[in-house]
């Protein structure tokens, strides 16, 4: 299992999000880590864990759930901004919290954890 979930993010077809969760597991090996290339390795590192208690999803406020509706419609950031009358830097603080609360490094993979968590 943990090798195919390795050769999707090889071949990115898979999350780096699921390999976070693996390593923080200690499931993750370093042969397993080898096969990832050197962007992947690091993008891994920034990965920060979920803070979560009791297996309790995580906690987002309404702005950010409609900062994250408008990321799944593939909105901009500046496109969200206008639509919720916000600036665009606030929109942009409000999608680094989201990727911090999800545990994400890119937008597919705060997108997928956000799917999974039913958000």
Request: aromatic share 4%.
């Amino acid at each position: 299992m943990v090798e195919y979930l390795v050769d999707d993010v090889v071949s990115e077809q898979g999350a780096l999000v699921d390999l976070a969760l693996l390593q923080r597991h200690a499931v993750l090996t370093d042969s397993d880590l080898k096969k990832l290339s050197s962007t992947q390795r690091a993008r891994l590192a920034t990965i920060s864990p979920v803070v979560e208690q009791d297996g309790a999803r995580p906690a987002l406020t309404p702005r950010e759930l409609e900062v994250l509706d408008g990321l799944r419609q593939g909105l901009t950031r500046r496109q969200i901004a206008e639509r919720q009358f916000r600036s665009e830097n606030t929109v942009r603080s409000q999608v680094r919290s989201l990727y911090q609360k999800l545990g994400a490094g890119t937008l597919d993979e705060a997108l997928e954890t956000a799917r999974r968590w039913g958000l």
